[in-house]
Structure formats: C-alpha cells, structure tokens
C-alpha cells in the first residue's frame, strides 16, 4: 500500500503492528506451505525428535526471553493486576 500525501504516517509505508501488507504476505505463506503437502513430513520430523532435546532447546530459548508472559500461568480465577 502506497502512503498518501495527507497519510497519518507520513515519510514511509511501515503500518507498524497491524501492518496488512505483512499480514497478508504472512497469510498467503501460509496457504503455500500447507497445499505443497509439507505439513504432514514437518509434523513427522517434530515428532521424532529426542524429548529431552526438545526440553533442552525449551529451556534455551527460554533463558534469551526478557520475561515470561505472564499469560502462561495465569489463575484465570483471580482479577488482572
């Protein structure tokens, strides 16, 4: 999508977090892997995989993470803070 002179954004074409271009170029990915038969080999290969590796490759990824969200353990019976 090409900005507008009168855009809000002016000088660029970056839509920030609900960038449709993205989204759309995303979307149609998608719809390419999934007809080319390809999900059925990758689920496959995910699960052969050694459990403990894929803990082990959890556990690192999740040491780079700035913080865990907090979605993840989240009592649904108590208010959000």
Do not use: I, L
Not at 10 to 15: F, S, Y
């Amino acid at each position: 999508m090409a900005s507008e002179p009168n855009s809000k954004q002016p000088g660029g074409d970056n839509q920030g977090e609900g960038d449709r271009e993205a989204a759309r170029h995303y979307n149609e990915a998608t719809r390419e892997f999934v007809k080319s038969g390809k999900v059925d080999d990758a689920a496959e290969r995910a699960s052969e995989q050694d459990p403990k590796e894929a803990r082990r490759s959890e556990h690192d990824g999740k040491q780079r993470a700035r913080e865990e969200d907090p979605a993840v353990h989240r009592d649904y019976d108590k208010p959000v803070e």
